[in-house]
């Protein structure tokens, strides 16, 4: 049985891995022993409500990847998804009345869909840009990345049809080996490499109304994603591990703000001090835990570059990390790496 870790805290809504079956049996690839190694439940997967761990979906889609020697395996996933299995989010992005009210909602319920780090809109005299990242603790996400980009994209595209080729795409997942794939299921306008995933509409299509919208349905789905949104317990004796899970989510943000935090736990910042005071701890010993169980889950179980890890836990400088590393472990990132591998 696949072992719990940080990264389970992370869920995304079932029915986003409800194609991956049928597209891994056209390679011949039978899902359900990889699902029982990582104790996930395939039938689960058209469930338009349930959730499943984002990190163990990652790893299947990753695995597949690999046998079906496919690296545009995820992104092909979309081919066969029906529209709407995500449930309420799926549907409220299908009868957004325009892409203006497509894009509000996207940036409202993304983290509804899928646990991200950050979600973010960004208005310029251009048009609307919105970044989003994913918590550190998720290590494989390069499929899972093109896996929901495409389906975002083919939601777009019903709206406005050829013009999706106005949208530029930005993806941090590295470059593949056939671009023609990516930009047949995406655009013309893909990026690799990226330090964070991002579309940017230009301000000429945000008024484009979508021939399936409708204002009400559209409305209900908004509600619906709002009701059934993973909450915080208010039970007091979990507020630390819920600041933890918010933590861990954000971790990779150089600059958060006592206010931001506090105002998302609908609080003073008073009181989320007193609170956790109380407890017998502070919003930066909390911090300093987060960032020292991740880095040692990425330093010593992924292959992730240091630096890349340096860049997740939200640290300036290499030459930052190291000191905390050396602080919490007693040895260097790279002595750690050693260690591991030898």
């Given at each position: 049985?696949?072992?719990?870790?940080?990264?389970?805290?992370?869920?995304?809504?079932?029915?986003?891995?409800?194609?991956?079956?049928r597209h891994a049996q056209s390679y011949g690839i039978d899902i359900n022993p990889i699902c029982q190694a990582l104790d996930l439940d395939p039938e689960l997967f058209q469930s338009m409500t349930g959730r499943?761990?984002?990190?163990?979906?990652?790893?299947?889609?990753?695995?597949?990847?690999?046998?079906?020697?496919d690296e545009a395996f995820g992104l092909k996933c979309t081919a066969r998804f029906v529209a709407g299995a995500s449930g309420p989010f799926g549907y409220g992005?299908?009868?957004?009345?325009?892409?203006?009210?497509?894009?509000?909602?996207?940036?409202?319920?993304?983290?509804?869909?899928?646990?991200?780090?950050?979600?973010?809109?960004?208005?310029?005299?251009?048009?609307?840009?919105?970044?989003?990242?994913?918590?550190?603790?998720?290590?494989?996400?390069?499929?899972?990345?093109?896996?929901s980009m495409g389906l975002l994209i083919q939601r777009l595209r019903d709206i406005i049809g050829d013009k999706i080729d106005m949208i530029s795409i930005e993806l941090e997942r590295p470059k593949p080996r056939n671009l023609q794939v990516f930009r047949d299921h995406l655009n013309r306008q893909v990026s690799f490499g990226c330090k964070i995933n991002a579309i940017h509409v230009p301000r000429s299509l945000l008024d484009v109304r979508n021939p399936k919208g409708d204002h009400r349905l559209f409305t209900?789905?908004?509600?619906?994603?709002?009701?059934?949104?993973?909450?915080?317990?208010?039970?007091?004796?979990?507020?630390?591990d819920q600041v933890r899970h918010y933590l861990g989510l954000r971790i990779s943000e150089q600059e958060?703000?006592?206010?931001?935090?506090?105002?998302?736990?609908?609080?003073?910042?008073?009181t989320?001090?007193?609170?956790?005071?109380?407890?017998?701890?502070?919003?930066?010993?909390?911090?300093?835990?987060?960032?020292?169980?991740?880095?040692?889950?990425?330093?010593?179980?992924?292959?992730?570059?240091?630096?890349?890890?340096?860049?997740r836990l939200g640290y300036s400088a290499p030459s930052a990390f190291?000191?905390?590393?050396?602080?919490?472990?007693?040895?260097?990132?790279?002595?750690?790496?050693?260690?591991?591998?030898?």
């Amino acid at each position: 049985m696949h072992s719990s870790s940080i990264a389970d805290h992370y869920t995304v809504v079932a029915g986003l891995a409800s194609a991956v079956a049928r597209h891994a049996q056209s390679y011949g690839i039978d899902i359900n022993p990889i699902c029982q190694a990582l104790d996930l439940d395939p039938e689960l997967f058209q469930s338009m409500t349930g959730r499943v761990s984002l990190d163990r979906l990652c790893r299947l889609l990753e695995a597949c990847a690999l046998l079906a020697n496919d690296e545009a395996f995820g992104l092909k996933c979309t081919a066969r998804f029906v529209a709407g299995a995500s449930g309420p989010f799926g549907y409220g992005l299908i009868c957004a009345p325009d892409v203006n009210d497509f894009l509000r909602f996207l940036e409202a319920h993304s983290q509804y869909a899928t646990h991200t780090s950050y979600v973010k809109s960004h208005p310029d005299a251009r048009g609307i840009r919105i970044e989003w990242a994913f918590a550190p603790a998720i290590i494989k996400r390069d499929q899972y990345i093109d896996m929901s980009m495409g389906l975002l994209i083919q939601r777009l595209r019903d709206i406005i049809g050829d013009k999706i080729d106005m949208i530029s795409i930005e993806l941090e997942r590295p470059k593949p080996r056939n671009l023609q794939v990516f930009r047949d299921h995406l655009n013309r306008q893909v990026s690799f490499g990226c330090k964070i995933n991002a579309i940017h509409v230009p301000r000429s299509l945000l008024d484009v109304r979508n021939p399936k919208g409708d204002h009400r349905l559209f409305t209900l789905m908004d509600l619906q994603c709002q009701a059934m949104r993973p909450e915080n317990d208010p039970n007091e004796r979990d507020f630390v591990d819920q600041v933890r899970h918010y933590l861990g989510l954000r971790i990779s943000e150089q600059e958060l703000s006592l206010s931001d935090i506090s105002g998302y736990f609908g609080v003073s910042e008073r009181t989320f001090q007193r609170r956790l005071a109380d407890r017998g701890t502070s919003l930066a010993e909390l911090r300093d835990e987060v960032r020292r169980d991740i880095s040692h889950d990425l330093l010593t179980n992924s292959d992730l570059s240091i630096s890349e890890i340096c860049f997740r836990l939200g640290y300036s400088a290499p030459s930052a990390f190291t000191r905390s590393v050396s602080r919490w472990f007693g040895q260097t990132p790279k002595s750690m790496r050693e260690t591991k591998t030898g």
